[in-house]
């Protein structure tokens, strides 16, 4: 009998990435990687494919002019996507917000730090930018299960070390993780005002902060996810709908007090989907239903005409 993965999302086979040691980074995507799921370009960007057999991309090919950009980590990359077509930057410019093309700029598994960082380091290569739209925070969030002295003065990052037998207070974690997210977010502030760029921050969609009960499939999936990493274990206490909005409001006036337009797109993506529709691979990554919906949410409510 095949498990769940195997039945439901047999192309997330593809998505068990090696990734390539990157000075100051840590870790990334390999360039010109062509599974059958997914295409990067030569420095290991996403491709976002467009209309009429156009690409996008950080580093190869695009469209001449102006662009939008969605940055982020591993839920921007699209894993759970069945291909490139089912990313949330292929969406946005195939359907929902199709003015510009939109390029991907997202690194498996990176903190607030990481972003940031990955933008600075490949913003000579980037066209003039109209738009860039951060979604993230779950990372962090995540991360802040971990000791003091992983964390250094930016934050801890995966492949610190060992997951703790004690993790801190839920509270703590939600105001560690708040604090990393805005202090990050006033260095793309920065850079997008110089760039005279509209910067929007869009807190990710996590299963259990869209809706209360998972479909049956989902928990299927993350049933058998469970048995083999410790995240029901060590993210329990932050696995529930009021620490989800607890730190949205956390992270809502930050922004305000940055100048920042806010979106929770968990609030978003639930009162967008119906009761019946597959939304979920895996807690933090999207089926491509969920990829579509999201995309079609940040073109309704950022005004992505």
Known sequence: MASPRAEFAPHMEHYTFVLEDQPYLGYFQYGNEKTPVHTTDRHGFRVTPGPGGLRATVGDDRP??????????????????????????????????????????????????????????????????EDIVLLSGVNN????????????????????????????PT?????HATELT?????????????????????????????????????????????????????????????????????????CARLGVPFLDMNVALGAAAAPEDWLFIDRVHSTDLGYDLVARQLADHLDLA
């Not at 930016?154 to 060992?162: D, L, Q, S, V």
């Not at 509270?171 to 105001?175: G, I, K, L, P, T």
């Open 64 to 129: 001449e002019g102006p662009a939008r950009m969605l940055a982020g980590s591993s839920a921007v990359f699209g894993v759970g996507a069945t291909g490139d077509e089912a990313t949330i930057t292929a969406r946005l410019w195939n359907a929902h917000a199709p003015r510009l093309p939109w390029l991907n700029l997202s690194g498996q598994s990176h903190n607030s730090a990481q972003e940031l960082l990955l933008f600075t380091l490949f913003q000579h290569e980037l066209p003039p930018l």
């Open 141 to 168: 969030l995540v991360l802040s299960r971990l000791p003091e002295e992983k964390q250094g003065r930016h934050g801890a990052f995966f492949e610190c070390g060992p997951a703790p037998e004690v993790v801190p």
């Open 171 to 175: 509270e703590q974690r939600v105001a």
């Open 182 to 254: 805005l202090r990050h977010l006033s260095g793309w502030k920065a850079l997008a005002d110089g760039l005279g760029a509209r910067l929007t921050f869009v807190l990710q969609p996590l299963a259990p902060w869209v809706r209360e009960k998972p479909l049956p499939r989902e928990q299927a999936l993350f049933d058998e996810l469970d048995e083999v990493s410790n995240f029901r274990r060590f993210h329990n206490d932050i696995s529930t709908m009021a620490v989800g909005r607890a730190y949205a409001e956390l992270l809502a006036a930050g």
